[in-house]
């Protein structure tokens, strides 16, 4: 069995940083993509960015591209999420998640992840 748990989110103030991490449980996950997503209050969950198995690859939304960066470890089972110039609208629960499937195009689709943490509140004030 698989379990993702994600923690550093917070209340913060627009313009900080933040770090969320995603460590796994369970079986190996080196070989699966991982992403995060993200759900804010009445919207639909969004992609936020992706990374390939081995790192080399990532892919971010528009709305964080310059801001966000996506990194893992596989050695510690994590993978990383570093929020810079946080805006109001960046106010989430943030979600990891982990993709069998090889990088490809719909990389951002959430129906491509079979694995999920439970999630992070990040909320930025104005």
């Known amino acids: 069995q698989v379990q993702l748990v994600e923690s550093g989110g917070g209340l913060v103030e627009a313009g900080v940083s933040l770090r969320l991490s995603c460590v796994r449980s369970g079986r190996t996950l080196s070989r699966y993509i991982r992403g995060w997503f993200r759900q804010a209050p009445g919207k639909e969950r969004e992609f936020v960015a992706a990374i390939s198995r081995s790192g080399g690859m990532t892919y971010y939304a528009d709305s964080v591209k310059g801001r966000f960066t996506i990194s893992r470890d596989n050695a510690r089972n994590t993978v990383y999420l570093q929020m810079n110039s946080l805006k109001p609208e960046d106010t989430a629960v943030y979600y990891c998640?982990?993709?069998?499937?090889?990088?490809?195009?719909?990389?951002?689709?959430?129906?491509?992840?079979?694995?999920w943490g439970q999630g992070t509140q990040v909320t930025v004030s104005s």
């Open positions: 998640a982990a993709s069998p499937l090889g990088w490809s195009d719909s990389t951002y689709v959430v129906g491509e992840y079979n694995y």
